[in-house]
């Protein structure tokens, strides 16, 4: 059997089970195409002019790319800039850029744990913290999503087995919940452990002054990830901590040893981005109160709906096929949200997941919770 046929074969499977995907085009704007709710550009700054000015200016300086690594030809008085930038508004003693989110979470997972040590990890934990977790020298145990309790009792059951690690996602992605951490903390100190928490869809929406759950519970948790590809509307991930971290995982993390950085527009682009998020209260104010009216609407129109005082509001829908048929009928109103299916969430709990930014207009929302009103009519989801 060649290759492409065992392929087909294992693609026609994802196809009869419902979860087949295709790439969809986007047009960049937005303004010619879909009303998007499915973004994570919170905060509307990804096409924000001061933004692509900024990003203009370094392009102009530094060029398309950055040529190599950071320990080669990639470093740019950008990145460090940025870098200063991003431990300033974290409050930490220092950061360090890495390419993605994704890369962060795994250069971290994979280079501090070490053999005999736990890492304890909430079970709706992104990809990327599972993905380190494989590649880590510990051992992994799950916890039950936000349960205090079965974490304090597998941090129990695990005493004297080596370093524990707690890590957890600051606001969970799929879900839209916002992890305890303020328990987190003290069950942490309590049991001395160690507290990881990858901040990417907290960071510039929760918190004063967006500084994500840290600012949000007032605690400081020993390591800080996240990512600049959400409300900051840029690209790039990061971490947070000790100066000691950072100049641990320089020379360490192989996502950071060996990866080309991000080009210093990029950089540039970022560190206004967060200029602007520490003076926007006005537009997380507005955020929270369009994420406020949808999460009210929709369970008032009778639907399964998770999450919290986040902008990614999740509508269970159940079957993987159902759940596709909604998304193309909210594509066929102008309306872009995507299915999400398994194995990206657990079986029967198929969805979709809304997110809500401060740039929607009230227009735009009410013609969203008009529209799925029918079509949870229609479908016979809501009655």
């Known amino acids: ?45 990804r096409a924000d002019k001061r933004l692509i000015a900024a990003a203009n200016k370094a392009l102009y300086e530094c060029g398309t790319g950055s040529s190599g690594s950071r320990l080669t030809t990639g470093n740019s008085i950008w990145h460090e800039r940025l870098e200063q930038r991003i431990a300033d508004f974290k409050q930490t003693e220092a950061a360090l850029l890495f390419s993605s989110g994704y890369l962060a979470n795994v250069g971290v997972l994979s280079s501090i744990p070490e053999k005999g040590d736990i890492l304890l990890s909430d079970e709706l934990n992104h990809a990327s913290i599972i993905d380190g977790c494989r590649l880590s020298k510990a051992d992994t145990i799950v916890y039950k999503h936000a349960d205090m309790d079965d974490l304090e009792e597998k941090l129990r059951k695990a005493k004297g087995c080596g370093q524990c690690f707690i890590v957890t996602d600051g606001v969970f992605s799929m879900d839209g919940t916002v992890a305890p951490l303020d328990k987190i903390m003290k069950i942490a100190d309590h049991y001395n452990a160690y507290v990881i928490v990858d901040d990417a ?69 970022s560190y206004t981005a967060l200029e602007i998020i520490e003076q926007s ?103």
């Open 1 to 45: 059997m060649g290759l492409d046929q065992r392929l087909t074969e294992r693609l026609d499977s994802k196809k009869e089970d419902g979860l087949y995907r295709e790439l969809q085009l986007i047009n960049p704007s937005h303004s010619d195409t879909d009303l998007v709710f499915s973004s994570n550009d919170y905060l509307g700054l």
């Open 201 to 269: 869809h907290a960071t510039g929406v929760l918190g004063e002054n967006g500084r994500g759950t840290s600012e949000y519970f007032d605690v400081a948790p020993h390591i800080v990830i996240g990512t600049l590809s959400k409300a900051a509307g840029t690209e790039g991930g990061f971490v947070c901590g000790s100066k000691t971290l950072i100049d641990y995982l320089i020379n360490h993390a192989r996502t950071f040893i060996f990866q080309t950085a991000i080009p210093a527009m990029s950089c540039a682009a």
């Open 281 to 383: 209260h006005k537009e997380r104010e507005l955020l929270l109160m369009n994420i406020k009216k949808v999460q009210e609407a929709l369970s008032q129109m009778g639907y399964e709906v998770k999450g919290g005082s986040t902008p990614i509001i999740p509508v269970i829908i159940g079957e993987a096929e159902k759940a596709v048929l909604f998304a193309k009928k909210l594509k066929d109103n102008g309306i872009y949200a995507p299915a999400i299916r398994p194995p990206t969430v657990p079986d029967g709990e198929s969805r979709i997941r809304f997110t809500i930014s401060s740039a929607h207009s009230l227009e735009e929302i009410n013609y969203l919770l008009e529209k799925v009103f029918f079509i949870g009519k229609e479908l016979n989801i809501i009655t």
